[in-house]
């Protein structure tokens, strides 16, 4: 048993005084306010909140901070770029970006990620030795940086969607494919055999763009009700195509196959008709929004706050990582919403805080600080030149990654005195990028 004190700690929205949290075999066995510190209590300086949970990552495209905003252009020019950046990764080099991104991401003060992974092989689509070498640098690398880790098993099947139907994969794609479906579950099933109790493994598909609706069916059969992600509806030419090729959107075509119920996620959904909406809320399904990423490639604004009145559920996610902070994409969560609104707040910070700890994309019965959930907290620096002043029920509104001093993951301290266990971890970075982009 582990047991953390904090002073002030934002429990459900509200704020309680003198907690102590034990922490027993990774998870809250007991959670007690008004209490006096002991000297087995490790304490938590400032305001504790929950440990926020990631629900979408794609950990290589971290290489491409600040490396695609020089000539403008659109998602699909940016993906040209990113391609670049996955064609450039093998294990090692993959092991060590994801390291060094997902203890950015812990530091930040998010203690889980659903990395969605499809960089399955080499170059060329010729398999590794290992079929998921490339999943397993990525387990590897989230134990070392001390993040918990889903890991999405990605099946990417065509290049994409044009008025022809689907289009074969282009060179660059071919290492995302396992081919066929037969291939693809068989890696798959090979994954969860030898990575058993490392890692939550799931499932996951590209998009509508990248699996024909039997494809998706067969996908969503294998997932069993189990834990299930998509990239659906993020840009309007998506949107559109699906509509031409199908007679429906991205959403009604997900539904039709089966691809949506209470432990799915849909990745983005910023292009959404009333009916879209009303089928992801009937589901019970997630929208994982990623308001930084949405903003950086231009894509739009999703209705979040229509999503969560018809009945849906949100969670927000890094994807590709322009910024890792999840107060950052909380604040654009109600930012865009309000621009969007026009009226001021649109999701109350205890509530923001719920869509930061939504248990589903990960994999998790709960989440929070309540006993039986994952023993994942962070604490806050209320006295920052962000912080200072602020309301401890505000302080989601006024913090920042900058202002995360402590980190406990599963009951272990992971940062602490604002020091990451990797130690230096922007050095991390820099040797990491280095592989992928060497100087000339």
Known sequence: MTSYFASHALIDGNVQRDVRLKAVDGHWAEITASVTKTADDIELPG????????????????ALRGRTHGDGGTFWTWRTRMYEAASRLDPDRYFALARATYAEMVAAGYTSVAEFHYVHHAPGGSSYDDPNAMGKALI???????????????????????ATGYTELDPLQQRFSDGDMDSFLARHDRLVSETGGEATIGLAAHSVRALTP?????????????????????????VEMCQAVHGMSPIALLAETGMLHANASVVHGTHLSETD???????????????????????????????????????????QHAIIDPFAELQALEGHERLTSHNRGNFPPGQLLQIATNPVPVGYEHAGLCVGAPADVVAIDAHSTRTAGSEPTGIVMTAS???????????????AADQHRVRDVGAALSAAMEEIWPAH
């Open 47 to 62: 305001i504790a909140l929950p440990g926020m949970l990631n629900a979408h990552s794609h950990a290589f495209h971290r």
């Open 140 to 162: 590897a690398a989230a134990r070392e940086a001390g993040i918990a880790l889903t890991l999405l098993d990605v099946c990417y099947l065509h290049g994409g969607l044009d």
């Open 214 to 238: 039997d494809e998706l069916r067969r996908l969503a059969t294998a997932a069993g009700g189990g834990i299930l992600h998509v990239h659906a509806s993020e840009q309007l030419a998506e």
């Open 277 to 319: 909406i009303r089928l992801l809320a009937e589901a019970g399904a997630t929208v994982a929004f990623c308001p930084t990423t949405e903003r950086d490639l231009a894509d739009g604004i999703g209705p979040a706050r229509a999503l969560i009145d018809a009945g849906a559920h949100l969670a927000i996610g890094s994807d």
């Open 401 to 415: 990654a900058a202002d995360v001093t402590d980190v406990v993951v599963a009951g272990e301290r992971i940062v």
